[in-house]
């Protein structure tokens, strides 16, 4: 058993009181708050990390998704936004699909489309952005 030290005389024959002293306790537990202060932050800017690798890992596949959908469907070609349904809650999409014009591209132009996607969650405010070109010919 650990007791403070004291300045009482042992009783007869006991030898010297053995304990720490309350410098050593308050050095000790100073030691400790600041440790544990350490850990606490690191596991807190782990858990941030966390969120934000994972946001930046599903929205890329996401929009992917989105834009496959968007080949694979004549009838999606269309500016517009919505969600990923219960699979993904909380990550919507927008689109906006527009003509482009280059004197260079002659007839190709007019089957060629701008498109912009953002992803976004909707707990954090994150954000993922796409631009892409793609020939879309019209709907027939």
Known sequence: MWVLRSNRPSPAGA????????I????????I??????????????????????????APLLAQMRLAAIDTDPEGRESGSGDFGEHFPGYAWE??????????????AA??????????????????????YRLMPEKG
Request: net charge neutral; with cysteine; aromatic share 8%.
């Open 111 to 132: 089957t060629l489309k701008k498109i912009d996607l953002v992803v976004s969650f909707a707990r954090d405010g994150s954000t993922y952005r796409v631009r892409t």
């Open 24 to 31: 050593e306790v308050i050095a000790a537990v100073s030691i």
């Open 15 to 22: 030898g010297p009181c053995r304990g720490f002293t309350l």
């Open 95 to 108: 689109i906006t699909i527009e003509d482009t014009e280059s004197e260079n591209l002659g007839e190709i």
């Open 33 to 58: 708050s600041i440790v544990l202060l350490a850990v606490y932050r690191l596991h807190a800017q782990t858990i941030s990390m966390n969120s934000a690798v994972r946001f930046y890992t599903i």
